[in-house]
């Protein structure tokens, strides 16, 4: 169930769809010898979308994803009766999108503009864009992971380098002193100012966790 909670003109559109295998050529008439199946599908699908106008200036939307709904949300949803308290939008704007879900006690960071002063609870700042999920077990401890949507593909020289991922190094602030659980080769942890400055090699789309005590 997809619940958008903002107020946008949303298109729909549900149809049957005729294709062909990604392995056929409509042009020569054959099956590539990799390909299996049979050559025509169907199906129906929907797609959704929101209609922004043209040259939309601070457009913006905010839905959720229940994948396990029952007949009773459906049908709130559909009377604008669904209520959830779970989460708290903690911020939404062209620098990040953070979120607080309440009964797993984590924030969901989505980092989107660089080495700027966030001004929400735990990070301060991070030094490239980057998916941060942060659960705050008690105040002396918490657990932190970390993914860098950016696979890069761009060598020590600068030129691109299709299909092989080089590492690369995120700073990630921490407000407060923390110090690593267990050693890891992967991060290097320093303390200024009173917060600890995170060094994490990030490489291949790979999540790294992280423990952190006071």
């Known amino acids: 169930m997809y619940h958008l909670i903002t107020d946008n003109n949303i298109s729909l559109k549900l149809d049957h769809q ?80 953070i979120v607080f879900d309440k009964p797993s006690q984590t924030y969901g960071y989505s980092i989107l503009k660089t080495d700027q002063n966030l001004n929400v609870p735990y990070i301060k700042e991070v030094s490239n864009p980057a998916l941060i999920m942060l659960q705050v077990n008690n105040e002396n401890f918490i657990n932190l992971s970390i993914v860098d949507p950016d696979l890069n593909f761009i060598d020590d020289l600068g030129k691109p380098s299709p299909g092989q991922s080089y590492p690369k190094e995120i700073e990630i602030t921490v407000l407060g002193t923390w110090n690593i659980k267990e050693n890891e080769s992967s991060v290097r942890v320093k303390h200024k100012n009173g917060n600890t400055l995170l060094s994490i090699e990030v490489q291949d789309g790979e999540t790294y966790y992280y423990e952190f005590l006071k």
Request: hydrophobic share 30%.
């Open 18 to 97: 005729y294709s062909y295998h990604n392995k056929y050529s409509i042009n020569t008439g054959k099956m590539n010898p990799k390909g299996n199946g049979v050559k025509e599908t169907e199906g129906d699908y929907a797609v959704a979308w929101i209609n922004h106008g043209i040259a939309p200036k601070n457009a913006n939307y905010q839905y959720v994803i229940y994948p396990f709904s029952d007949q009773k949300s459906i049908q709130q949803v559909k009377t604008g009766n669904f209520k959830d308290a779970s989460y708290t939008v903690i911020k939404a704007d062209s620098l990040a999108h």
